[in-house]
Nanobody, 114 residues
Framework: QVQPVESGGGLVQAGGSLRLSCAAS????????MGWYRQAPGKQRELVAD???????TYRDSVKGRFTISRDNAKKTVYLQMNSLKPGDTAVYYC????????WGQGTQVTVSS
């Protein structure tokens, strides 16, 4: 089972950038499709992007062209580069297995001011 620890969130102005990192322990990390999820206040958690063990990526329409997911299997780490951030991207961001998440970590708060 993958145990995620997310970091890299913060407060940024609209149009800015952040890079999130997720350190995921678990010896089978390299075989897992991993995803970044987010949950805004009062909304359900949603899958933002995912990446297969082979590096194939999928993105939610609202972040296409702005966000890039990547992974380093040797470091058991997943990244989310977020550019051109919008206030609507404000949420707690989590990484987990996709599409069937296992144990959730604490997440990292991303706040985008207008």
């Amino acid at each position: 089972q993958v145990q995620p620890v997310e970091s890299g969130g913060g407060l940024v102005q609209a149009g800015g950038s952040l890079r999130l990192s997720c350190a995921a322990s678990g010896i089978i990390f390299s075989f897992k499709t991993m995803g970044w999820y987010r949950q805004a206040p009062g909304k359900q958690r949603e899958l933002v992007a995912d990446i297969t063990s082979g590096g194939r990526t999928t993105y939610r329409d609202s972040v296409k062209g702005r966000f890039t997911i990547s992974r380093d299997n040797a470091k058991k780490t997943v990244y989310l580069q977020m550019n051109s951030l919008k206030p609507g991207d404000t949420a707690v961001y989590y990484c987990n297995e996709a599409p069937n998440p296992a144990q959730w970590g604490q997440g990292t708060q991303v706040t985008v001011s207008s």
